[in-house]
């Protein structure tokens, strides 16, 4: 996904490198057929939970940061994204406000839409969203950084009207365990495998071994 973002920049003038980029991303693609997200079946405990990132200023152009989010139900994810924020953020307190906000917005869209397909267990009143940056969970309960933030975008704030109703929650995460990090950055090849295993994403052949030992039990 985020290679594909990335990629995607270049569609009005690439040169030589994006093409060969573009060629190891098929390869990629031609190498990992067999493999799929498996989702388990679901439970009255089951519940939507979401991750949120942000690559700050990672983009050499000009500046700007990506965000990214991924959620997940029934053991797997069923909704991922990855796009570059339309403003230059200055602090990463600033950019991780923004890649959250973005994260919100799908995460009203996903309520809405489980609510209408009659799901009542995967969705709680409040959704847990997954942020391993203190400062912006600490913006989106109140604006202590005044300083910092008094130039963010004012549609971006509609985060802290969320938080305030109870319709989301951030919470804090550990670093490494922030699954939205694949979607934000390239990673090195141990991070980007642990990351989408844990994704949900599992090989055809690595099933069929684990459904054999079910069987035997």
């Known amino acids: 996904m985020y290679s594909v973002c990335l990629l995607s920049r270049y569609m009005e003038a690439p040169t030589k490198q994006h093409l060969l ?3 190891r991303v098929l390869r990629y693609l031609k190498g990992t057929t067999t493999h799929g997200i498996w989702y388990k079946r679901l439970k009255e405990e089951d519940y939507l939970i979401g991750y949120t990132d942000s690559d700050y200023a990672g983009d050499m152009d000009d500046r700007k940061s990506t965000s990214g989010y991924v959620f997940f139900l029934a053991g797997g994810a069923i909704s991922w994204g990855s796009k570059k924020q339309p403003v230059v953020t200055l602090s990463t307190t600033e950019a991780e406000f923004v890649a959250a906000s973005y994260c919100a917005t799908q995460c009203v869209w996903l309520q809405r839409l489980l609510g209408q397909m009659g799901w009542k267990g995967g969705v709680k009143e409040c959704t847990s969203i997954l942020c391993d940056n203190s400062s912006a969970i600490k913006l989106s309960k109140n604006p202590v950084l005044h300083g910092r933030s008094k130039h ?22 550990g670093t490494t365990e922030q699954i939205a990090d694949i979607m934000t950055k390239p990673l090195k090849l141990d991070a980007f495998q642990l990351l989408r295993s844990r994704l949900g994403i599992i090989d055809e052949a690595d099933l069929k071994g684990f459904e054999e030992q079910q069987v035997m039990n």
């Open 21 to 23: 980029a573009v060629k």
């Open 152 to 173: 963010i975008d004012v549609r971006f704030h509609f985060l802290r009207e969320l938080v305030r109703d109870g319709a989301i929650e951030l919470q804090h995460c």
